[in-house]
């Protein structure tokens, strides 16, 4: 089975930086997904880890520690468009089968 | 082409009502997938079909039939649904089932009264 914890909410200001948490168990880890999803949107792919280590894209920065189980998103200068769900999502193959599972999400709110 | 197409965008159904949901995408991706989503909640995974044969089911009642006519549609039939299969549901597909990332459509929101 899996178990995937992230913070339910967090707040920050335009133009700070944010991280947002994922920790997860899961027995047969196949990569770390970022999604984002605002209010009555679809979720849009942010980020990918397999490997540990950090991946930069932009803005935008994620973070895979396997050994841990712990991953992070992170938010550079931020913006009021930002304020949206941050969902972890991990590839397991524990069945034999490759799927996707989301933590619980993380609501972001970005303030002036 | 990166978009996911789902239709209905929204559709309300009583509960002896017959309907579907349908999905389509056309990058190409072999692998598609149904997710319901309550409110404020993360999407939950429903059925994948990888090569156009169902490859997960997890554990989803049979009032709610998956069909894959061809590897660029994905349906939903629903039928006898309870007010509490009401929710957003999600399509996406990916180039693999194990491979890339997952492409969502905007969803279709059912309400069951």
């Known amino acids: 089975g899996q178990n995937i914890d992230q913070p339910t909410e967090m707040t920050a200001t335009e133009g700070a930086i944010v991280q947002i948490n994922c920790t997860y168990q899961t027995s047969g880890f196949n990569g770390l997904f970022w999604y984002q999803q605002h209010a009555g949107e679809a979720p849009t792919f942010l980020s990918y880890?397999?490997?540990?280590g950090l991946e930069e894209k932009g803005r935008f920065s994620s973070f895979l520690s396997r050994s841990k189980g712990y991953s992070y998103l992170l938010l550079k200068e931020l913006q009021m468009k930002d304020s949206a769900s941050y969902l972890c999502a991990v590839r397991d193959n524990d069945t034999g089968f490759q799927k996707l599972v989301f933590g619980t999400g993380t609501r972001l709110l970005v303030s002036p | 082409d990166t978009e996911v197409t789902q239709t209905p965008k929204h559709l309300v159904m009583g509960m002896t009502n017959k309907k579907s949901l349908k999905c389509e995408q056309h990058?190409?991706?072999?692998?598609m997938y149904w997710y319901k989503q309550k409110a404020k909640k993360p999407p939950e995974l429903m059925f994948v079909?990888?090569?156009?044969?169902?490859?997960i089911n997890e554990s989803v009642p049979s009032r709610f039939s998956p069909e894959c006519p061809n590897s660029s549609l994905l349906n939903l039939h629903l039928h006898a649904l309870q007010p509490e299969d009401s929710a957003l549901y999600l399509c996406a597909s990916s180039q693999g089932s194990n491979t890339g990332e997952l492409f969502f459509g905007e969803g279709s929101r059912l309400t069951v009264l």
């Open positions: 880890n397999v490997l540990d």
């Open positions: 079909y990888s090569y156009e044969k169902l490859s």
């Open positions: 990058m190409g991706h072999r692998a």
